[in-house]
T-cell receptor
Framework: ETGVTQTPRHLVMGMTNKKSLKCEQH?????MYWYKQSAKKPLELMFVYNFKEQTENNSVPSRFSPECPNSSHLFLHLHTLQPEDSALYLC?????????????FGSGTRLTVV | GESVGLHLPTLSVQEGDNSIINCAYSNSASDYFIWYKQESGKGPQFIIDIRSNMDKRQGQRVTVLLNKTVKHLSLQIAATQPGDSAVYFC???????????FGTGTRLKVLA
C-alpha cells in the first residue's frame, strides 16, 4: 500500500448510471489530484485540490464532478458517462501543490462504461 | 506544445543485465524530473527524482542521468530482476509548475 487508497478497484457502469469513486490518504498531504490513464496515452490531469480548494479543472466534461470534503478525502462523481470514458482513474496526493514534490498514487479504479 | 516522450513501447532485457530507459523532454524550463514504475494492476510508484542542478543521481540499483543540453533523461537499472518488469515513465514539471507532464511509458520485460 502506498498510503493512498482508492475504491472500488473495478467498476462497470451503464451510461445512465451514477457512481462515485473514492480516494483516501493519510499521509498528511495537502494536495490531491485526479488523473485519467487511457491505453497508450500519457496520464491526463483532470482536477487538482489544494487545501480542499479546487485549483484546477483541466477542461473536464461536466459528467465528471469532483468533491473534496477535507484534505484526506477526494471523490469523483460520475454520471451519464460515455464508453470513451472507460479508463484507469488514478488519485494522487502530494505534500503541497508545488513543482518539486513527487506524487503518491493510489492503485486506481478501472472503469468500464457499457 | 510541451511533451515528454518515451518512444520505445517495449524493452526486453535478460535477467542480470543492465537496463536503460530513455526519455526526451521538450521544455527547457523544467527543473524537476521523476521516474515512475507502474506494475500491472497498480498505480505509478515513485522510483527516483532529479533536479536540474544535477546531472546524475543514484539510488538503490537505479541511476538517473540528466542531460540538459539535449533535454534527455535516462533511467538505468543495474542487474535487472524479474520484479523490475513494469511500465516505466518519466515526468517533468513543465515550466516549474505543479502540473507534471508524463510520458506514455516504456514496458520493460525481463527475460529469464
Amino acid at each position: 500500500e502506498t498510503g493512498v487508497t482508492q475504491t472500488p478497484r473495478h467498476l462497470v457502469m451503464g451510461m445512465t448510471n451514477k457512481k462515485s469513486l473514492k480516494c483516501e490518504q493519510h499521509l498528511g498531504h495537502n494536495a490531491m489530484y485526479w488523473y485519467k490513464q487511457s491505453a497508450k496515452k500519457p496520464l491526463e490531469l483532470m482536477f487538482v485540490y489544494n487545501f480542499k480548494e479546487q485549483t484546477e479543472n483541466n477542461s473536464v466534461p461536466s459528467r465528471f464532478s469532483p468533491e473534496c470534503p477535507n484534505s484526506s478525502h477526494l471523490f469523483l462523481h460520475l454520471h451519464t458517462l460515455q464508453p470513451e470514458d472507460s479508463a484507469l482513474y488514478l488519485c494522487a496526493s502530494s505534500q503541497e501543490r508545488a513543482s518539486n514534490y513527487g506524487y503518491t498514487f493510489g492503485s486506481g479504479t478501472r472503469l468500464t462504461v457499457v | 506544445g510541451e511533451s515528454v516522450g518515451l518512444h520505445l513501447p517495449t524493452l526486453s532485457v535478460q535477467e542480470g543485465d543492465n537496463s536503460i530507459i530513455n526519455c526526451a523532454y521538450s521544455n527547457s524550463a523544467s527543473d524537476y524530473f521523476i521516474w515512475y514504475k507502474q506494475e500491472s494492476g497498480k498505480g505509478p510508484q515513485f522510483i527516483i527524482d532529479i533536479r536540474s542542478n544535477m546531472d546524475k543521481r543514484q539510488g538503490q540499483r537505479v541511476t538517473v542521468l540528466l542531460n540538459k543540453t539535449v533535454k534527455h533523461l535516462s533511467l538505468q537499472i543495474a542487474a535487472t530482476q524479474p520484479g523490475d518488469s513494469a511500465v516505466y515513465f518519466c515526468a517533468e514539471n513543465g515550466s516549474g509548475t505543479y502540473k507534471y507532464i508524463f510520458g506514455t511509458g516504456t514496458r520493460l520485460k525481463v527475460l529469464a
